[in-house]
């Protein structure tokens, strides 16, 4: 399954309006913490919600917390998406659909379950917040 998101790599401008909304509130909230600013309040009106940038904020520290390596995401500018980006995206569809099963095979080769765990809460809250899938 991780092997088959890397190799194929999707494009914002392909996705559904409110996956493409989130992609970019990813970008906007890593951008502007990067540069040590708040990315609260850009991220809420990006995502249309206070509450929906709470929860992608606990979703990305703890992705932070426990990705094995750095979080990578793509410039804004670009339509195309990482491979960590595309995985979250995922994430939250999977887990708003309460597909853990799907949500496993994500995430199985590179973290223990308890870890998985708490990523199902946090994507499945923040995927049901901004109503996803739509």
């Not at 906007?28 to 540069?35: A, T």
């Not at 500018?77 to 994500?106: I, N, W």
Request: with cysteine; hydrophobic share 50%; glycine share 6%.
């Amino acid at each position: 399954m991780l092997s088959d998101l890397l190799l194929h790599v999707r494009d914002v401008r392909d996705l559904p309006p409110s996956e493409a909304r989130l992609a970019r509130g990813i970008r906007l909230w890593v951008m502007l913490g990067r540069n040590g600013r708040c990315p609260m309040q850009a991220v809420a009106e990006k995502l249309g919600s206070v509450r929906a940038a709470a929860h992608l904020q606990l979703l990305l520290v703890e992705v932070g917390a426990a990705w094995p390596d750095p979080f990578c995401i793509a410039p804004f500018c670009c339509p195309r998406l990482s491979h960590d980006e595309a995985l979250a995206l995922d994430m939250v569809r999977s887990a708003s659909l309460g597909d853990r099963p799907a949500f496993d095979r994500l995430l199985q080769e590179m973290l223990p379950a308890d870890i998985r765990d708490r990523l199902y809460v946090s994507a499945g809250a923040l995927g049901r917040t901004l109503g996803l899938p739509a």
